[in-house]
């Protein structure tokens, strides 16, 4: 089906059972513990399990590697290095090779796996392998490098031909002729995804095949990377990934505990299972880059902007890409004169790359701390200031509207909601107790990507509709978002339609990631059944164009009949995808929101203590309320561990992040979070797709950190703009209190 013009009205439009919020159909099986994560395939038989070994160098090569010791320890039955591997190839989304050898790229990086019988003797044996290196010296400064990084375009997302600096207007004039001015600095860390579920595989070979059970986010991509890593043809590669436990952008990509399951399965000849240790989430697979910001923007005395500059530095490993930080500075607010610019430092860390929201989520940790700034210099409010330089087309491309923008009806009902009007303007004046108490605003923004996405769909003879995709659900309410989609279209509730997900074997989706996977997964499935009710009306006798679905029942004038009655002759099969023409060209496609967080700041210890916390969401049609809420709210979660405690400590003597475990890489708890409100505006986007949606699950986190940061200033009158905002980067700098 090919989505080219604006949609009009069409069966979702029913909201039957699409729009409502639905209870997710997998809770039974994920509370019961009966629903299969990769590393819990128990029905594999004759398994043995593997041990990865990590290089403890970041940079250099391997002189020898000596297994002797590990091959007499019990159980093993094989251990494979690159030598025994043989030649590798390199899927196109990892940076850094998954198996090390002789060269070393970074920390952790995979040196060998131990195959053993048992998980413990797996371990022990790893533990025997004794790896000598040459080091080498490497690139761990961020801060250094930056001062001889090159500037670098792209951005991974709609403008992701961009080049290098971006221009429009001249800005370098209006700032300086402006009568208000802001030029200030802000620097974000280094974030692990830290997921509930490890990086886990379970690779078995028959004969030349292939078989993963893994826990990845987009089956597509990873099938192809499989197989240019290991040198073998793509319809040889099955990947098998049902249920995810969390991946925030971790788990996009091939990681080494799915090259070394496959590469120890097929020395050990039968199954392998490996599972990644918490420490190497941190160093052996992907993170979010830290990133060091300059914000530029000037105004006239009535707070119109008339200049606004972006330019943001970050590192990556040899051929890596940028933290794409100034990507929403280029559409979220108007100005003539504009400038956005990334450089790229060469560094020796393990590699950066997509975490939540990426670009936006520390872009706007910045950028919304300097709309604070500014506002502070022109006297107007934070809301005010920012409703002031709203835009309904793309600053860049005037003659580019958005599709929907509705920023402004967010920020006055998120104010109205939360009680803005309270607020004292005047920092530190708020007292309650021994606690400083202030609020704090931040916009929300992120771009909506369409990408072709494909199902398979069918009717039995009982009137079952099931629906096949390889897309993911990693814990985002997918399964239940899809038989809302498949019930709206046939006319049955969800309950009467099977979904099957995460099998490479099934039509290519979207994928789980950068907040497309639940507006296009959901119109794939739309267009397969658009396809299957024209089969069924076909084999009913009836036309198509003015056939009812409802009920379990397919109406067409005075006619009716059972849906189950068109597949009496035999199950009904169809498979369709959704490809997208140049309607992007003509409609920026974005989702908007705004931030409200009350915080307290005890005035004698400097301990920041959430009190509230609200967001205000417009990003199209909401497919379930109930599991767009969770996705919200558990975005706001992660922006608040950004904001307060989340950090990647970086080793630059030896090039590794110290923290790297859930005891020392500390993220927010249940005693951390206050309750948390969230409100979808009514929104159905026709320029989207035809579902109408977009996507809430990366809008949740941008802003925040910056609103969470913005209300500690009310409270304290102390800015920093340096995260995380721990209590010693402005204990020596609050108010007296005695």
Not at 167 to 185: I, Q, T
Not at 339 to 352: F, I, Q, S
Not at 445 to 456: D, E, K, L, Q, V
Request: hydrophobic content about 40%.
């Amino acid at each position: 089906m090919k989505f080219e013009q604006a949609e009009g009205t069409n069966p979702i439009d029913r909201l039957k059972v699409i729009g409502r919020a639905h209870d997710r159909i997998d809770g039974p099986l994920k509370t019961s513990g009966l629903a299969p994560y990769a590393y819990e395939h128990h029905d594999i038989e004759n398994v043995a399990y593997g041990a990865i070994v990590g290089s403890s160098v970041a940079k250099g090569r391997i002189t020898r590697i000596d297994t002797a010791a590990a091959k007499a320890a019990p159980g093993v039955i094989t251990i494979v290095t690159a030598a025994e591997a043989g030649k590798l190839g390199k899927g196109k989304n990892n940076t850094a090779k998954l198996l090390a050898g002789p060269e070393v790229e970074h920390y952790h990086q995979a040196v060998a796996v131990v195959v053993a019988e048992t998980f413990e003797q797996a371990r022990a044996a790893a533990s025997l392998v004794r790896v000598d290196y040459a080091r080498e010296k490497g690139r761990y400064d961020l801060t250094e490098q930056l001062k001889v990084a090159p500037l670098v375009g792209g951005s991974g997302g709609p403008n992701s031909g961009a080049p290098p600096v971006e221009r429009v207007g001249k800005f370098e004039e209006a700032f300086a002729a402006a009568p208000v001015k802001l030029d200030a600095e802000y620097h974000t860390p280094d974030h692990s995804h830290a997921m509930m579920e490890p990086h886990a595989s379970v690779a078995a070979w028959n004969g030349d095949e292939l078989t993963l059970w893994t826990s990845n986010q987009m089956i597509a991509w990873s099938k192809r990377d499989v197989a240019l890593t290991l040198n073998m043809p793509e319809d040889k590669v099955r990947l098998i990934s049902p249920y995810i436990g969390g991946g925030f952008g971790g788990k996009l990509f091939v990681r080494a505990d799915a090259l070394m399951a496959a590469l120890g399965a097929k020395a050990a000849k039968r199954p392998v299972k490996v599972a990644l240790p918490r420490p190497f989430i941190a160093n052996n697979t992907t993170h979010r880059p830290a990133t060091h910001q300059r914000i530029r923007i000037g105004a006239m005395k009535d707070g119109t902007i008339t200049a606004i500059a972006h330019e943001s530095g970050s590192g990556d490993l040899p051929d890596g890409g940028p933290e794409t930080a100034v990507q929403q500075t280029k559409l979220l607010y108007a100005g003539a004169n504009r400038m956005t610019a990334m450089r790229l430092a060469v560094l020796d860390l393990p590699e950066g790359n997509a975490m939540r929201a990426p670009g936006e989520a520390p872009g706007m940790m910045a950028l919304e701390i300097a709309m604070d700034e500014m506002a502070e210099r022109l006297g107007m409010d934070p809301v005010e200031f920012r409703i002031k330089n709203d835009t309904q087309v793309d600053p860049e491309k005037p003659e580019r509207k958005f599709s929907e923008r509705q920023l402004i009806r967010c920020l006055n009902e998120g104010a109205d909601k939360f009680g803005w009007n309270r607020r004292n303007a005047k920092p530190a004046q708020v007292h309650d107790g021994q606690w400083l108490v202030g609020m704090g605003v931040a916009a929300a923004f992120r771009n909506h990507i369409n990408t072709t996405s494909g199902a398979r769909v069918r009717l039995s003879r009982d009137g079952i509709v099931t629906v096949e995709t390889d897309m993911t659900d990693i814990g985002t309410g997918t399964y239940t978002i899809i038989a809302q989609t498949a019930g709206e279209m046939m006319g049955v509730p969800a309950e009467a339609v099977v979904v099957k997900l995460g099998d490479s074997s099934f039509p290519a989706s979207a994928g789980s990631g950068g907040q497309w996977g639940a507006a296009n997964s959901t119109a794939g499935v739309y267009a397969a059944c658009a396809k299957l009710r024209e089969q069924v009306a076909q084999r009913l006798g009836y036309n198509s164009a003015d056939a009812v679905f409802e009920a379990g029942q397919v109406k067409s004038g005075n006619r009716s009949a059972a849906l189950r009655d068109a597949a009496s002759a035999g199950e009904l099969v169809v498979e369709d995808k959704i490809e997208f023409g140049d309607l992007e060209k003509k409609h920026q496609l974005s989702t908007f929101g705004a931030h409200f967080v009350e915080v307290g700041v005890n005035a004698y210890t400097g301990v920041t203590r959430i009190r509230r916390m609200l967001a205000v969401c417009a990003a199209g049609r909401i497919l379930n309320p109930k599991s767009a809420r969770s996705q919200v709210i558990g975005a706001m979660t992660m922006g608040a561990g950004a904001a307060l405690m989340e950090e990647l400590a970086v080793d630059k003597r030896f090039g590794f992040f110290v923290n790297h475990d859930l005891a020392s890489y500390e993220v927010p708890v249940h005693a951390d979070i206050p309750h948390q409100e969230v409100v979808f505006l009514d929104e159905a986007d026709e320029y989207a797709n035809p579902m109408k949606a977009k996507g809430v699950g990366e809008l949740g986190i941008c802003g925040v950190g910056a609103a969470v940061a913005n209300a500690i200033y009310n409270a304290t009158g102390v800015r920093v703009r340096d995260y995380p905002i721990t209590l010693e980067k402005h204990l020596e700098k609050l108010p007296a209190v005695a």
